[in-house]
């Protein structure tokens, strides 16, 4: 194991005090100005405390729900292995929160902490498997390796990783610690990888065998270290973290625990959408109702497909669309996504919109696909589109949600193309053929989805929005 060399308070690194302490000369009392930790120490009571939590990325409240806690008295066999699970979906989308508290003092001189991590790969042109398309492959072969070709919060935590892998603290200094970890699903968008709740768990069985992205023998635990000033290990604390898969196993972790879900019966309301449109020049932004869908439990599918709102094709193609849900029943919605309506235009080298002279081309066929190569609401709504598709909430503190399009006449000035009202409505019937200004296979429904902690889809709708046409049908858009 490596150490990040930090400095002290007085800026003294603490191999200097290693030498003063080797070289001074003990008196007869055995003493040389210091206290020596007695070869085998006796001690009452806690040495130190770990807790875990997690808090949800986007809880701006920043509440931790608790993962569990473990702790090392005197007397305890070391290292102590503690073991916690986590549901997965807490864990793919929250903060981990890790907590160490050192009761005794005198009995721990260095406090040191070594995050989880596990090499990925060897090899001189690595991917992972789950790689987007923005991922730069990578030279795993060279040395010094890669920090890159490692997956593992010590990535992110230790100092110049690789070069260090732990970080150690002076507990009489500095005796509570705390350190906050990024979700699996930031580091998906950060990394260009997805890393799953392998971001996190150590639990996988078979450490000495190489797998798809994990090299064997590679995986560093989590582990809490005392030692004395001699850097003698005098207690340690191994902690594996595991998740509670759901029914889909959602979230790829190290280790499969599958704890299925037993639906509790409630008649009653899950969540509602209702769609409205106010004409982009109302100033008083009067809602015109269109329709609304619910879903309750115990319907008898999921996902539930509405496709009963039909809007006046002028009154949609001039008007904002004003997206309401509402989740009435929270116990039963830990987790709500919104998956915005669009579709890919083109993956042409050279691509301009059907009529459209002061579109600048486009190359829809480079990776990553530019965004102005789809069409459709995602585009505006969904942070850093196309590399994020859809947004999640957390009905516990948001769960009366709204969102407002901008109106295809605005896109057509704003974008430099008309796209009709199909910039909206997801009514065609041929989806898996190509056509003018559409690949074929690539629309996304507007979508709603309830989840529960393990990421399982409890509850879904399927919202499909039409125009209705005049006599003339002025404003484009798909064909049922």
Known sequence: MKLFNGVLSHGIHISIIFL???????????????????????????????TVGTIYESDSTNTVSPGGSCSINSGDSTPKTCSTSIPEGELYYGKLRINATVTNKSKCAIFTFQPFFYQMSSSIDFKPSTATSAFSALDCSASPINAGCFSGPATAIAPSFPTNTAIYYLPSANPILEWTIDSANTIRQTKNFDPGNKWTTNLLAVKGTTQIDYIRNSMVDWQFTCNDIFSDTLYSIKLNIGDIDGVRNEHVDSDDLVVPIVPIPISNEIFKVTVGTIYETDSTNTVLPQGSCSINDGDSSTPKICSTISIPEGQLYYGKLRINATVTNKSKCAIFTFRPYYYQMSSSIDFKPTNSPNFTALDCSASPINAGCFSGPATVIAPSFPINRAIYYLPSTDPILEWTIDSANSIRQTQNFNPGNKWTTNMLGDRGNSQTDYIGGSMQD??????????????????KIGDVDGVVDSHVNWVP
């Open 20 to 50: 003063a302490i080797s070289c001074g000369k003990l008196d007869s009392n055995g003493d040389s100005g210091g206290s020596i930790i007695p070869d085998n120490p006796i001690v009452v009571g806690e040495i130190f405390k770990v």
């Open 446 to 463: 507007w979508r709603f989805t309830c989840d529960d902690i393990f990421s399982d889809t409890q509850y879904s709708i399927i919202l």
